[in-house]
């Protein structure tokens, strides 16, 4: 199966819950009244659009039916799915891997599936020529540094790590030796992302940024935060949280295929101005895939 197709199936529980209703909503239409805008703007906040942008649909949708004197439910609706698809196609971002070694440092929460994301983009960078090398900068839980091992070996890449307890900084810098020894591409930097305690979180990834800086100062960076989509509009606010702690360049959105909240694609891209860069529909090291929003949005409303 293709990654097109796990994502189609992968947003069966989003479409389910959204498109199914929206169709319900727009079918035997006779007027587009308050209460149908009302419906519509309740169901699109259901589905995790969020409030400003589902507004701003809304709003244009007005505009258009008023404008193209649109008279029909289902012309109406394909409408509605255009306005949704322009919100989406505009500021793709691919990766910025430009030099050798290129970093990223990724950051999130426990529980969002930080780890396996990094395994996954190591084995999607693989199947793309690239020598990534990991480095398991999580030293805060011992089975941080475990789980990433697991998942280094399964996909056949080289992880640098020391100790529980040790200095991430220590780690990163002795994985940036093995990237110039080792002329690898990309080096992936796990990160223990805890939120309760941000000063501890910005004085870890400051003192990791200086050795980078120091040891690679021309190096392409990213920095990605993983979220959870199942969790929905939280997602957006742990967003929030880190976008103004670690100047974010890019999201990983993960589970999308067990979770109804699809819509949260749209609302963090309206709400945060941060491109998606990756999404999860799966387990498998296959399952996470640059995001590309024509394919969403089609697989979405297909």
Known sequence: MGFFEKLKSGLMKTK????????????????????FFDELEETLILADMG??????????????IKSEKIKDGEVAKATLFDILASKLESDTVPLNLSTKPSVILVIGVNGVGKTTSIAKIASYLKSEGKTPILAAADTFRAAAIDQLGIWADRVGVEMIKQSEGSDPAAVVYDAIGAAKKKNADVLIIDTA?????????????????????????????ETLLVLDATTGQNAVNQAKEFKSSAGLTGLVLTKLDGSAKGGIVFSVKEELGIPVKFIGVGEGQDDLRPFVPQDYVKALFE
């Open 16 to 35: 389910s819950a959204l498109i199914s209703q929206v169709s319900g909503i727009f079918s035997g239409l006779s007027s587009f009244d308050d209460d």
């Open 51 to 64: 409030v400003n942008l589902t507004e701003s649909v809304i709003d244009e949708l007005k505009e258009r």
């Open 193 to 221: 992302g805890r939120l309760h305690n941000k000063k501890n979180l910005m004085d870890e990834l400051s003192k990791i940024d200086r050795v980078i800086q120091r040891e690679l100062p021309d190096a392409s960076r």
